[in-house]
């Protein structure tokens, strides 16, 4: 009998579960995302290089004219052979650069630029297309959605939490 009073006693004092701790939540969310249209240009700049062995030069080549709205201008130079019937090498590149641009298209009707002004180093992404992007909530179930054109992104969402002794 004592062995049975104090797990008798802890039974009486325990504290009863109330509706307070238990909380339920449910969440749900749309999201559509449509691209809009992106340029990333980089100019280019003129360039010239001339090297080799056993080469002599008589008019040295290089650039001329450079100015704030035109690239520079390659001139050719004049080289021969230093010694005959020597080895020799020889090497010449040149880079003519880009024009600079000062204006960008606006974004046509359709949310892109359909003319961009661009430089020898670029990256162009179209925007997107919306279609048939859609997106439902309901009480009632799960959010829906529906794919568009390219450039788009559609996301659906449903979350449930249930705390129990918060």
Known sequence: MRRLLPLASLLFFATP???????SRIVDSVQLTVDGPAIQSTRIGSSYTVSGSNVS?????????????????????SYDIGTDEAAFTFS???IV???????????????????????GDSITSNGGTP????GTLSAASIPTVTAGG????????????LTVFK
């Open 92 to 94: 010449e590149t040149s």
């Open 17 to 23: 579960v109330s509706a307070a701790e238990i909380n």
């Open 57 to 77: 030069v008589t008019t040295l080549g290089g650039l001329t004219g450079a100015s704030a709205t035109a690239p520079a201008t390659i001139s050719a130079g």
């Open 131 to 134: 279609g048939s992007l859609a």
């Open 97 to 119: 650069g880009d024009v600079p641009v000062t204006t960008q298209q606006q974004l046509s009707s359709g949310g892109r630029i359909d003319t961009p002004n661009i430089y």
């Open 150 to 161: 390219s450039g788009t992104t559609a996301i659906g969402q449903r979350t449930i939490e």
